[in-house]
């Protein structure tokens, strides 16, 4: 009797360990998925004279307001892409470590968020799109998202982030930078944070029963 439940705990943890791996390795492919899907928008941009670049947001039009998803997977050049391809590939994978469902509803409030603050703050006659107001927003979850929900390894990468972005994400927010949406970013930073409160799970919840999410 012994013997088998020492066999059994072996398994479970066994299977615990197997739960992280699954879970690390379809982060991992998700966020490469997603990047790549953002270059390839870029080149077909490219190749078609830039047409893209009409998916963008222009605040308080009316009509715009079906851009507001579009927006955060639409680029201006190569270069700005570049930009946003390794903190949304690192946030992007930490944030799914959590379970994609979750990262998935996080991820879709961040970005209407950020879309309607930016038709309803930027200003006239400009046209934004890009994937940092998601960015900004995947990095204020992080961020706070272990201190809600009272998780260590959550707290940990949280500390872990503010500690290699920060300094850019302060950057990023300053009102004097030419070409550049700090009304997107502010509005995706404020997004995640409050992500992480409307989107919280219960300590007792399945996501954590599952073991060592982020």
């Known amino acids: 009797m012994t013997g088998t439940s020492g066999?059994?705990?072996?398994?479970?943890?066994?299977?615990?360990?197997?739960?992280?791996?699954?879970?690390?390795?379809?982060a991992a492919k998700l966020m490469l998925v997603w990047v790549a899907l953002l270059w390839l928008l870029?080149?077909?941009?490219?190749?078609?004279?830039?047409?893209?670049?009409?998916?963008?947001?222009?605040?308080r039009t009316p009509s715009?307001?079906?851009?507001?998803?579009?927006?955060?997977?639409?680029?201006?050049?190569?270069?700005?892409?570049?930009?946003?391809?390794?903190?949304?590939l690192v946030l992007g994978f930490l944030a799914a470590l959590g379970g994609i469902r979750q990262f998935a509803a996080v991820c879709a409030l961040i970005i209407v968020a950020d879309g309607l603050g930016v038709w309803l703050?930027?200003?006239?006659?400009?046209?934004?799109?890009?994937?940092?107001?998601?960015?900004?927003?995947?990095?204020?979850?992080?961020?706070?998202?272990?201190?809600?929900?009272r998780r260590p390894l959550g707290v940990l990468a949280g500390l872990l982030v503010a500690a290699i972005w920060g300094?850019?994400?302060?950057a990023g927010l300053a009102p004097t930078q030419s070409g550049v949406s700090w009304?997107?970013?502010?509005?995706?930073?404020?997004?995640?944070?409050?992500?992480?409160f409307v989107l919280r799970r219960r300590a007792d919840g399945q996501a954590?029963?599952?073991?060592?999410?982020?």
């Open 7 to 26: 066999a059994a705990g072996m398994w479970g943890a066994e299977r615990r360990e197997w739960s992280r791996g699954e879970r690390a390795r379809t």
């Open 42 to 59: 870029e080149v077909a941009d490219v190749l078609s004279g830039h047409a893209l670049d009409g998916f963008g947001i222009v605040p």
């Open 64 to 88: 715009e307001l079906v851009d507001v998803v579009p927006a955060a997977f639409i680029h201006f050049g190569f270069a700005h892409v570049a930009a946003n391809t390794v903190p949304l």
């Open 121 to 149: 703050i930027s200003p006239s006659g400009t046209n934004t799109a890009g994937a940092s107001g998601l960015i900004f927003g995947l990095f204020g979850y992080l961020l706070v998202t272990g201190f809600v929900e």
């Open 167 to 170: 300094t850019s994400i302060l």
């Open 183 to 196: 009304q997107g970013h502010l509005v995706g930073l404020v997004a995640g944070v409050a992500a992480a």
């Open 208 to 214: 954590l029963r599952a073991g060592g999410a982020l």
